[in-house]
């Protein structure tokens, strides 16, 4: 069955990036895929040492709740990274869990474990009308492609000034929505 995980990389449980993540997975669910969701902001996760032990075991030397997002990030067929935009680049706790996957990486590009395919897609909301997402979008197209998966969407959403403007939009909806089960169409084919 086909794994789609989720990181939400806001500390509102049901703003914006929750609230169009979960319409992404419901719908990817409604595609036939497992989906699981990760609220990086309550989880038990310490910044990158770069102490680079990962690059002799691809194992990280801190334990904490990035073990379990590990084990599910190697098992995914599929990625979709919700963040809110802050100061043009993502959340805090996007940007800690992605330095974390070093580990990943190091599996990766240094040990040379390859992971089956996977793709992966982004949904960034952010206040301001004109808002700019490419940092974010570039980091973590960086990020997705050093863990092995390959990025695919982006759903940008400006202009979503309050928790509740997703909830509130149901065009933004219906869009997230389509990239969620765009996701698993794509990686089970027609
Ligand atoms: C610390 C912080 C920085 C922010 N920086 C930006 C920014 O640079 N550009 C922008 O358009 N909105 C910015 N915002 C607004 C959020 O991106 C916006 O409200 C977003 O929809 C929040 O998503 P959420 O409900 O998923 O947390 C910022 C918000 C916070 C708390």
């Known amino acids: 069955m086909t794994l789609v995980v989720g990181l939400n990389g806001s500390p509102r449980r049901n703003g914006n990036s929750a609230r169009l993540l979960d319409e992404a997975l419901r719908a990817a669910q409604g595609e036939g895929a497992s989906v699981s969701r990760f609220d990086l902001a309550f989880m038990n996760v310490s910044p990158c040492k770069a102490c680079e032990d990962c690059f002799v075991d691809g194992e990280c030397i801190i334990q904490d709740d990035m073990d ?85 969407e982006v759903l940008k959403v400006a202009g979503a000034d309050g928790p509740s403007f997703a909830a509130d939009h149901l065009d933004v909806l219906a869009k997230a929505r389509d990239l969620g089960a765009n996701l698993v169409s794509s990686i089970s084919g027609p």
């Open 68 to 152: 379990r997002l590990y084990e599910a990030l190697e098992e995914a067929d599929a990625v979709i990274v919700a963040s809110p935009i802050y100061f043009s680049g993502m959340s805090s706790y996007a940007k800690m869990a992605v330095d974390r996957c070093q580990v990943l990486w190091a599996r990766r590009k240094v040990l040379k474990v390859d992971r089956k395919p996977g793709t992966g897609a982004m949904v960034l909301t952010a206040a301001q009308p004109d808002a700019k997402f490419d940092n974010a979008v570039s980091e973590l197209r960086a990020f997705l492609i050093g863990i092995g998966i390959a990025p695919g």
